[in-house]
């Protein structure tokens, strides 16, 4: 089985930073695409970044510019640094994972459990 563990969310005023962690661990033989989604009550839930393997990005236009993802393929970990927070920013913040689970290539996508996010003065 695969598990993605969040970390580093919490409380911060506008203007401020946080950097959320995400590790995934269990039968994993390889990750592609690792990402960055939100949900704020009553939304859907929305894409705030991406990243490949190979270190493609790919950023909501909300975001651009204030926040950035990375990740470390020997930790099999995702990062997003997030500035300059906006009370719009508020959300459960997950994290997903499209992992090769197999030799032979076979993949499936995994979502963490969430870590809240409130930005408030």
């Known amino acids: 089985q695969v598990q993605l563990v969040e970390s580093g969310g919490g409380l911060v005023q506008p203007g401020g930073s946080l950097r959320l962690s995400c590790a995934a661990s269990?039968?994993?033989?390889?990750?592609?695409?690792m990402g960055w989604y939100r949900q704020a009550p009553g939304n859907q839930r929305e894409l705030v970044a991406t990243?490949?393997?190979?270190?493609?990005?790919n950023y909501a236009d909300s975001v651009k510019g204030r926040f950035t993802i990375s990740r470390d393929n020997a930790k099999n970990t995702v990062y997003l640094q997030m500035n300059s927070l906006k009370p719009e920013d508020a959300a459960v913040y997950y994290c997903k994972a499209i992992i090769i689970i197999s030799i032979w290539g076979a993949q499936r996508q995994y979502w963490g459990q969430g870590t809240q996010v409130t930005v408030s003065s």
């Open positions: 269990g039968r994993i033989f390889s990750i592609n695409e």
């Open positions: 990243i490949t393997s190979d270190g493609r990005t």
